[in-house]
């Protein structure tokens, strides 16, 4: 735990290089998947701030892939009931979302967002298939209702708003 908390330490002091040595020691003594996903995120940052998107997004992926099993393998949660890791996988999509649209892919951005957003829901009503998760069922729907959509995420880095109207061919991100 003590290098889980100087990486963040440095994190916070501003001192990426630092803190991504700081947690490459950590991965070593991550005993559990929540501290891997714990030292997996800070890492993950760090990249972010040294303009390593790649690299961040990597990280990012592997915390939603592990925390993502976890939650399909838990029954209590395919029943529906709350559990702190739904709001923290909504999260990590968020920020994924957040790294594409630094990258310049609105698109998908747009999906990644989609992807993680209302987790709990999504388990709930798993078996329609008639929720528009993809941007190009999602513009259908919006042009047939001459509807529009925004969405806000919040993150550690600025507000991510997403946006699409009943024409737009592709959605707008904006931090």
């Known amino acids: 735990m003590g290098f889980v908390n100087s990486a963040t330490e440095s994190l916070l002091k501003r001192r990426f290089e630092e803190s991504l040595s700081l947690a490459e020691r950590a991965l070593e003594y991550a005993s559990s998947p929540q501290l891997r996903r714990s030292v997996l ?9 040294l303009g390593r998107l790649t690299e961040a997004e990597a990280d990012i992926d592997e915390c939603i892939s592990q925390l993502t099993s976890e939650l399909a393998a838990d029954q209590s949660v395919g029943a529906g009931a709350f559990d702190s890791r739904i709001p923290e996988e909504e999260n990590l999509y968020l920020m994924k979302a957040l790294l594409r649209t630094r990258a310049g892919r609105n698109a998908e951005s747009w999906a990644v967002a989609e992807q993680g957003r209302s987790g709990l829901l999504k388990r709930e009503i798993a078996g329609s298939k008639d929720f528009p998760a993809d941007f190009d069922s999602f513009r259908q729907w919006l042009n047939a209702r001459r509807a529009a959509m925004l969405a806000f995420g919040p993150t550690r880095w600025g507000t991510l708003a997403l946006t699409a109207g009943p024409d737009d061919t592709e959605p707008q991100s904006q931090i």
């Not at 995120?41 to 701030?49: G, S, T």
Request: charged share 35%.
């Open 41 to 49: 995120r800070v890492r993950a940052i760090a990249f972010y701030e």
